[in-house]
Every structure is written in structure tokens, then in C-alpha cells.
């Protein structure tokens, strides 16, 4: 599968975004998403993840509440919404594919397929 991530931008403290994936090649509901991030100089993170059939979601604990992670599997796609933004979440946000959900759901290793990454940059 190919993931390709788009949305990501300039946004002001307390706004909103939303950061999108589109897979292409084996698609559909054949694979667990992960939305992940790389704040500048630090290691990369867990954000969120949505079941094959997108009625399973999990958000990590920091952004609970701020971030919702949706998926159509009619088009192939996966969106991060982020609300209440501060440049804390400032990032290179990448999406990311794996086939099973299980308790290494929040590990960057269990995923083998990757997006390029967008970067959204939180002005304050």
C-alpha cells in the first residue's frame, strides 16, 4: 500500500486543522491506520489510530479529546482532526499502515508502511 499525507499548513494557536491520507495500491478496509508525529528535534510519536472498519479509534492519551482520527474506506482515506491547536503541535505529521490492532498499536516499528509526512507548524 502507498500512503500519501496532505493538509498540513500555517495555523494560529486555537485553531483547527485537518491533515488527510490517501492510500493507494492494496486499499480499503485491508489495513489498521495510524496517524504518527515528529515535533522538530524529537522523536517521532503516537497520535492516533482507527480500526479497518474505522469503528474502533484510539487517541493518545495527550491529545484526547483535541484530535479525532476518521477513515472512508469508499475513498480511501484517512483524516486527523485537530482542534484547539498550540505550537506544541507543531510537526511533521505522518500516516502510517499496519495489519493488525493489537497492544503494540502505539509503536512506530509495528507499522511497516509510511506516508512522506506534511508539516503543520502552530503559530503562537
Known amino acids: 500500500v502507498q500512503l500519501q499525507a496532505s493538509g498540513g499548513g500555517l495555523v494560529q494557536t486555537g485553531g483547527s486543522l485537518r491533515v488527510s491520507c490517501a492510500a493507494s495500491g492494496r486499499t480499503g478496509s485491508g489495513y489498521v491506520m495510524g496517524w504518527f508525529r515528529q515535533p522538530p528535534g524529537k522523536e517521532r510519536e503516537f497520535v492516533a489510530a482507527a480500526s479497518r472498519d474505522g469503528r474502533t479509534t484510539f487517541v493518545a492519551d495527550s491529545k484526547e479529546g483535541r484530535f479525532t482520527i476518521s477513515r472512508d474506506n469508499a475513498k480511501n482515506t484517512v483524516h486527523l482532526q485537530m482542534n484547539n491547536l498550540n505550537p506544541e503541535d507543531t510537526a511533521v505529521y505522518y500516516c502510517?499502515?499496519?495489519?493488525?490492532?493489537?497492544?503494540?498499536?502505539?509503536?512506530?516499528?509495528?507499522?511497516?508502511?509510511w506516508g512522506q509526512g506534511t508539516l503543520v507548524t502552530v503559530s503562537s
Open positions: 502510517a499502515a499496519r495489519g493488525n490492532w493489537d497492544s503494540s498499536l502505539r509503536s512506530m516499528y509495528a507499522y511497516p508502511y
